[in-house]
């Protein structure tokens, strides 16, 4: 299984290495002008902006209720729950005959509980239009659909409380803007369960309504057929007004402080440094801020990017953010680093934002970045969902009528002075909160020596005890008795001193992949080995081979002879179950018992490898190993879950490997004592 790990592994990392590219530099920025919208507004008070676009033959619509944010308290879901249910046909309009009609059409139409957008050919956008008005204003709320989309809300849920990523964006929240803020508050299987249909369509009544919307049409249509198709079909919908809400304003930390997460089955730590920003896109600092983002962690040559993934290697990619908003918002920082160099990577971080706070940005860097910067300004304008929001933010946020035609001349005129500035008032060194979830028994000692206040929090941002890293094995348990329970809990020494080969297929899908992967695997208990990646479409994309004289890799038809301590390394765990040599080594350590997804777990330090043993079944729950591939290092974790029993045997069926992104392969047939031949490893 080990083998198969490593050819996984460097499978994935050309994949996620291929998806951050250096862009090149943008040419001259070109004059902007942007055909303003002609207006009117319902008596009910829906605004409407139309911008005639006749270049092509389609039309896009975009409603939006800009209300303010709604705190929902222990009912925390009910929005979500509304979105999901908006849309499902219509009462007029069964479900499937609604979507049948669209995809007929080849159009687009999408709702939430904040209004809708749709995009159609403009020879079937009136129809798209009529369709995109029953769906908003006549939703169809049932208990069945109800009772569909909570559990489907519920089990999305459960699947993101092991995944680091989505615990620390929900903990970033929490911990920045508090849980008695619309920002900060969470979703939880409980308060999904407190949530009823009649909430749901309370809170439709209640925001659903037309005092603070906006319908903005763009492309090929006529302002005056538009105007009477509007007023027919929204000219109905009752006059109201949402509640309008205040909320306490979020503090940032007095001091500069770590706020840790402890999750055992991290492979990485995921980093935020964050402090709460009030930034407006009319303050006369907003473009200045803008660019200082983007030369600290905006863009690919950001001061974050080069240091921690160019220099270091530490990364796929340190990014940050600021954005101009009605609200309270948040300057963030962040990345994703191996687990032995969170320290470094936070000492990084830290000296970046004092460089940029400190230190005038160089001509060349600061003309780069607003060169970059406004290049791809000037490519989003043609698409019409760009038109569209900057006529609503126009609208909503108090922006003058030509803010976006001055757009490029305002991000020239950032000097090296104003990126100082906003700087120390937007990027806070003294006052900035660290987050870090990961794995504490490998990351705590070394973030205590930076001698930076730590505060401990669980994953729902809840102060709790620095947690227990570890604790000592009891007497008596050692490295064999250890190993010895995993081989009789998969059935016992002579059962699995039967086993000869094992043969096995599974399945995964890989983010950016365009189709599902499909991995072969081979071994016998003679110290052979095989897996094979193949790709629907593409065929074979990788192999790898162990036999009794050599070993070899085979990526996209090129093979490549493994060398000589790589061989070693591999011959090392190629046979039915690594187990069984373990038992005949030496080196082997006992390092106490972790816990692994809530269970205790004995630690067996292998080489490059710790493989945890649960305490109490005996199996095999997780493995890390730490790849090296030339000058890059990556932790590859794997755990083992749905053990099946095969001929005598159990085998895992599940297998979620991390290394950056989580893979969750389904293992689909084992075959023991079968379908494995000496030619297979040739």
Do not use: C
Request: charged share 25%.
């Amino acid at each position: 299984m080990k083998k198969t790990l490593i050819v996984l592994s460097l499978f994935i990392t050309v994949i996620m290495q291929a998806q951050d590219r250096t862009q090149p530099k943008p040419g001259p920025s070109p004059a902007i002008n942007i055909k303003k919208p002609a207006t009117f507004t319902l008596p009910n008070g829906l605004k409407v902006l139309v911008v005639e676009n006749h270049k092509l033959p389609r039309v896009s619509f975009n409603l939006t209720i800009d209300n303010t944010p709604g705190l929902e308290g222990s009912k925390k879901g009910v929005d979500n729950l509304t979105s999901s249910l908006i849309g499902k046909g219509s009462a007029t309009i069964s479900k499937d005959v609604f979507n049948e009609e669209i995809d007929f059409l080849g159009a687009d139409i999408t709702f939430n509980s904040a209004g809708a957008s749709a995009n159609s050919l403009s020879k079937y956008s009136g129809r798209i239009l009529e369709l995109m008005a029953e769906g908003a204003l006549n939703p169809n709320f049932t208990q069945a659909e109800f009772d569909k989309e909570r559990d489907k809300l519920i089990e999305r849920l459960k699947t993101d409380e092991k995944n680091v990523a989505a615990v620390a964006s929900r903990v970033q929240s929490v911990l920045a803007f508090g849980k008695n803020h619309p920002f900060g508050e969470y979703l939880s299987e409980e308060t999904i369960k407190n949530v009823t249909l009649e909430d749901v369509i309370n809170n439709y009544h209640t925001n659903f309504v037309p005092a603070n919307a906006y319908l903005i049409i763009i492309g090929d249509v006529k302002f005056k057929d538009t105007k009477k198709a509007v007023t027919k079909l929204f000219g109905s919908w009752k006059k109201a007004t949402a509640p309008s809400l205040e909320y306490a304003e979020p503090k940032n930390v007095q001091y500069a402080q770590i706020n840790f997460i402890d999750m055992p089955n991290a492979v990485q730590s995921e980093i935020a440094l964050q402090n709460t920003v009030n930034l407006k896109m009319n303050d006369k600092e907003y473009f200045a801020a803008i660019v200082a983002n983007q030369i600290l962690g905006g863009d690919f040559n950001s001061y974050l990017n080069m240091n921690l993934r160019e220099a270091h290697g530490w990364t796929y990619g340190a990014r940050s953010g600021i954005s101009g908003s009605k609200y309270v918002s948040a300057f963030r920082a962040s990345t994703q680093v191996r687990n032995a160099v969170t320290d470094s990577a936070v000492v990084e971080f830290f000296n970046e934002i004092k460089k940029i706070r400190t230190e005038k940005v160089s001509a060349e860097v600061l003309n780069n970045v607003k060169a970059g910067y406004i290049g791809k300004f000037v490519m989003q304008i043609e698409k019409p969902q760009t038109v569209a929001g900057y006529a609503l933010r126009i609208r909503t946020q108090g922006l003058p009528e030509d803010f976006y035609e001055n757009y490029i001349k305002n991000i020239e005129a950032v000097t090296a002075e104003d990126v100082m500035a906003v700087a120390n008032k937007y990027f806070l060194a003294d006052n900035i909160r660290v987050v870090i979830v990961g794995k504490g028994s490998e990351v705590i000692p070394g973030l205590e020596k930076l001698k930076i206040p730590m505060f401990y929090f669980d994953k729902f941002g809840n102060p709790v005890a620095k947690p227990v890293m570890k604790k000592e094995a009891p007497a008596g348990v050692t490295v064999k008795t250890v190993l010895d329970n995993y081989i009789t809990a998969i059935g016992g020494a002579k059962a699995v001193a039967a086993v000869k080969t094992i043969f096995m297929t599974g399945s995964a899908t890989i983010p950016q992949a365009p189709m599902p992967i499909k991995f072969t695997a081979k071994k016998d208990f003679k110290g052979k080995a095989l897996v094979k990646i193949e790709m629907e479409g593409m065929g074979e994309l990788s192999k790898q081979v162990v036999n009794d004289k050599i070993g070899y890799s085979v990526q996209q038809g090129q093979r490549k002879d493994l060398t000589p301590e790589e061989y070693i390394e591999r011959k090392a765990s190629a046979t039915t179950f690594e187990e069984l040599l373990m038992l005949k080594k030496t080196d082997l350590v006992l390092d106490g018992i972790e816990s692994i997804n809530g269970s205790d777990a004995y630690i067996i330090k292998n080489g490059k490898s710790t493989i945890f043993y649960d305490v109490k079944s005996g199996l095999k729950v997780s493995e890390t190993k730490l790849v090296e591939k030339g000058d890059k290092k990556m932790t590859v974790t794997t755990n083992y879950s749905d053990y099946k029993e095969i001929k005598g045997v159990k085998i895992p069926f599940g297998m979620v490997i991390n290394q950056g992104m989580e893979l969750d392969f389904k293992i689909s047939e084992v075959k023991i004592n079968e379908g494995v031949n000496d030619i297979d490893f040739l």
